[in-house]
């Protein structure tokens, strides 16, 4: 069956328009990465792309809303990798380790995000960007707590243990580690420093009681 000329070119203006999308979330992203957050302007965004200011607001009305954009991408691709790692796992505590070097993995291959996510959590008054990035986190200590709770019904941890306070642990572990390496402008050493990080976390684990 023939899709309609007329159909056809609409879903092909639509898909590009998705890819324009896109391809401007990765450059607020990478510039977050040379650059503070707050700091970027809708002309630099463009003139990255080498788009006109005016054809960047063909695709976002403002630049809150190419913001809120990005942090909606970084949680559909944070977040699905990290379910998805944890899907390919024997068990819960392979799960835990899974989801703590997607993480740490997906932050080494965009600086940007974590720059960006910090910047926003800074600001004092609310917004629909910080409601997203509070929805961000609520989704990944979701996961972490679930697999916490199920490690300690198979035995793999202590039985009594506080999986609130063990998804806190594991989220400043991470928080931590991204920010030190910020700090100390190297972000490729990350992956290395993890690999000690994460069984002293398991080790918290264990050792509960």
Known sequence: MSIPVKSKMATQARLSSETRQTQIIETVIALAARQSPGQI???????????????????????????LAAIDWVEENL??????????????????????????????????????????????????IKAAVRKLLQR????????????????????????IAATTLFLGSIQGLVMQSMVADNVPAMHKTAEKIFPLFLRSLKESA
């Open 41 to 67: 302007t809708t002309q630099e965004i463009a003139n990255a792309i080498g788009f006109t200011q005016g054809a960047l607001f063909r695709h976002f009305p403002s630049k809150e809303a190419v913001w």
């Open 79 to 128: 977040l699905s990798a990290m379910e998805s790692a944890a899907k390919n796992t024997a068990s819960p505590i392979d799960g835990l380790q899974a989801v703590f070097f997607s993480h740490i993995d997906f932050v080494m291959a965009r600086p940007g995000v974590p720059r960006l996510i910090f910047n926003e959590l800074q600001q004092p008054a609310d917004s629909a």
């Open 140 to 163: 990944y200590r979701k996961l972490v707590t679930g697999l916490i709770e199920a490690a300690a019904v198979c035995g793999e941890v202590d039985r009594s243990i506080d999986a």
